[in-house]
């Protein structure tokens, strides 16, 4: 199939703002967008820029606005976003600085992680081997452990978009993963992080953090599951 | 910009991150450099777990680990590596756990563990359950909580810089010159300790697991001062890639009851491997799939593939214990392993061979075994060798752990032993002839174009079997494409994120990495593990029971010269080390573990 890929550039040594480019490139239905943005910077505009790894969906580099939605490009497959002589878009993630092209400053983002003590605190002597819990208590982390920290869901929130200052929702998945592991020995700690006015009680429940994550993990949920703790002042 | 560190580390995967994490506990100042931000390294994308004998599930003992590993890497693993390796990573797991690692759980709420190729009880005698394992995201639970760790221990990580040389003078590393993706700026790092932890090269393939970036950056660079790499002729080719893709499925779906089966719905790997059938070793494996596709029984529009059945399994299993690859067939193929078979095909996914270094880490400068002071290697990017001609599922990540921590250990305390060294005057010229170079040249020639030849040409001369005048048509084919290289030009004058800048520096190590395998595997006229001839059908004990040294030969632009290095072996009377100069039956009589025809 022919599909045009049009895609918002901006070189920061040329350019004031933002512009659209577009590009006709012959393509698969099975292709992911990653192919066809790797095509035209092989083959068309060797300029254009953006971060790819390991075009699974595992590392989380591509995140980018793919026809008005945050995905991830290499788990977007042509066939679900585009017809023969259609045309697909690219932008960069929004509420971070644009660098260039398709390309942010995560720093913010890494930041908001760091602020919620993204590590498991238990200072009691480790026994000789495993700590034991329960599969049922494993179970509780499945959803926040699963993150790949893509920013997907902080840069669909209107709210990160309005207040740079909430940690956003990876943050508090990330905080959630350590919240409900029975090891850890800092919860009380990590509530009161998420109790701070750049914390939890931002979340207005949108869902668009739910809607964008590519794992597919229930962020506002999670998110709910953290306020109640608060509220609760216990996971 | 000029930094100054105590241990530096490059790469932030699995080795890298571990390395980082001792390195700092040995009271040093440690930073690390990483061509991405850490958590997108390619460790997360590991699946099946991590094997230890931890005997959870099932009575297991470090002994067994460490005959299978050798077993697994036809007798060419050094045998001191895989003790040490068999015996320290079931501290290595518990530590992990310790560190607040999710690991799935059994009933009694012990690390879960699951069987998984080549792993066996009692010497070979059945699969045993040893792989530690987090669903099937082990990867990723692992980079993702040694990342947490660095945070909480303060490490420096300088992310998106590309190391582009190595200051090694008089025998002594005294730190490396990067190159700032967001800047353009060309950046040296002087340090005591100097660790090389930045993964493989398996991009140098065409139908590959792993990431675009795993380029073989370091090994290349390595290579051109001169150094060795070892044993490159052993790369293992994953049994199971999605169709076309090359996307890891991992080998847990086997270790769960996974069949593999041709176009008539025939289990094949009974004629292969009676005993362990799919859980043979992946070299085995891979084998048997394409020898099952070349004689016309494989699935598919190209019939390029056979089936993973998994549809014998319960629903749950599957989408609960192997979650992330049926997402990756749900996505990718449109297919729900639930109720489809999932098409595979055998992908490019690991590098036995590397730099070579010693069980501590440190780097090999020659046949000999001069050690380069301050330079440690670990992770898929050292060869040390503990996988020896194809390394068994889920010693990778083992890998990572334990010879991580054995470098990062050994760095601080090589680095709180001495002074900086003194840096040569200019040390950042090369790499900015490098940049300039690719900047200037007369452009005739495409960047993207070069590597698709090479990733195609090496499919095909240098994959899974191989013959020599294959390999010499490549051996050609490489010169060619060097010559070509030599007009690739950098279009994009900016300086700030220069991404083609940075891909055409990348083409350049791949280049390197894939003329060290195929001159490595071209001199080795036996088949050994994951390297088969074709007109060299069996393992040569006499000639061959030795590891390769490939050298870059400076007379001539694509001239490699190979030297060779002993296996360590472990005697059966006083349990003491010995390297195998020449090999006779009687000596290999005296063996602990000698070697012996591979059947499983």
Known sequence: MNINVKILRFD?????????????????????????????????????????????????????????????????????????GGTITAE??????????????????????????PYF???????????????????????????????????????????????????????????????DAATQQRLNVMNQNTGVWRCRTAYNCTEACPRDIPITQLIEEVKRAVMYQQA | MHHRYDVLVVGAGGAGLMAALYAAKGNVSVACISKLYPTRSHTGAAQGGVGA????????????????????????????????????????????????????????????????????????????????????????????????????????????FHVLDLIIENGRCSGVVAYELSTGEIHTFHAKAVILAAGGYGRIFKITSNALTLTGDLMSI?????????????????????????????????????????????RFMERYAPTLKDLAPRDIVSRSIYTEIREGRGVGPDKDAVNIDLTHLPRDVIENKLSEITDLSRTYLGLDPVKDLVPIQPTAHYAMGG?????????????????????????????VSLHGANRLGTNSLGDLIVFGRRSGINAAKYARGTELAEMPENPEVESRALIENLKNADGSENAARIRKELQETMMNNVGIFRNGPDMEKQVEILRELRARYQHVNVQDPSQRFNSELVEALELGFMLDCAEAM???????????????????????????????????????????????????FKDAADGEYESLTTYTPAEAAGFKFPPKPRTF
């Open chain 1, 12 to 84: 920061p040594e040329k350019d004031r703002k933002q512009h659209w480019e577009t590009y006709q490139v012959e393509a698969s239905p099975g292709d992911r967008v990653l192919d066809v943005i790797n095509h035209v910077k092989w083959y068309i505009d060797p300029s254009l820029t953006f971060r790819r790894s390991c075009a699974h969906g595992i590392c989380g580099s591509d995140a980018m606005l793919i026809n008005g939605r945050n995905r991830l490009a290499c788990k977007t497959l042509l066939q679900d976003v585009v017809k023969d």
């Open chain 2, 222 to 266: 390595y290579y051109r001062k001169g150094l060795p790499l070892e044993d490159m002729e052993f790369y293992q080719f994953h049994p199971t890639g999605l169709t076309k893709l090359g996307i890891l499925v991992t080998e847990g779906i086997r270790g769960e009851g996974g069949i593999l089966r041709n176009k008539d719905g025939e």
């Open chain 2, 53 to 160: 004998a931890l005997g959870n599930v099932a009575e297991d003992h470090w002994e067994w680990h460490m005959y299978d590993t050798i077993k697994g890497g036809d007798y060419l693993t050094d045998q001191d590596a895989a003790e040490i390796f068999a015996k320290d990573v079931i501290e290595a797991v518990y530590e992990l756990e310790h560190m607040g690692l999710p690991f799935s759980r059994t009933e009694e709420g012990k690390i879960a563990q699951r069987k998984f190729g080549g792993h066996t009880r009692e010497f070979g005698k059945a699969a045993v359950e040893r792989s530690c394992y987090a669903k099937d995201r082990t990867g990723h639970m692992i980079l993702q909580t040694l990342y947490q760790q660095n945070v909480k221990e303060g490490t420096t990580f300088f992310n998106e």
């Open chain 1, 121 to 183: 605190i238990n200072d009691n002597p480790a026994p000789a081997a495993e700590r034991l819990q329960s599969p049922e208590d494993a179970e509780r982390m499945d959803h926040g452990s699963n993150c790949i920290l893509c920013a997907c869901c902080t840069t669909s929130c209107p709210i990160f978009w309005v207040n740079g200052s909430y940690i956003g929702p990876a943050a508090i998945v990330q905080a959630h993963r350590f919240i409900f592991d029975t090891r």
């Open chain 2, 518 to 568: 195929t001159h490595s595997a071209l001199n080795r006229t036996e088949s050994r593990g994951a390297h088969d001839r074709e007109d060299f059908h069996t393992r040569d004990d006499v000639n061959w029971l030795k590891h390769t040294m490939a050298y870059k030969d400076f007379s001539q632009p694509g001239n490699v010269r190979i030297g060779y290095k002993p296996v360590v």
């Open chain 2, 355 to 383: 730099i070579p270094t010693t069980i501590d880490g440190e780097c090999i400068a020659d046949d000999n075994g001069t050690l380069i002071e301050g330079l440690y290697a670990a992770g898929e990017q050292a060869c």
């Open chain 1, 92 to 117: 960069p993630i929004r509420g971070l600085k644009v660098e260039k092209d398709l390309l942010v400053d995560m720093e913010p983002f890494f930041d908001a992680y760091r602020s919620i003590m």
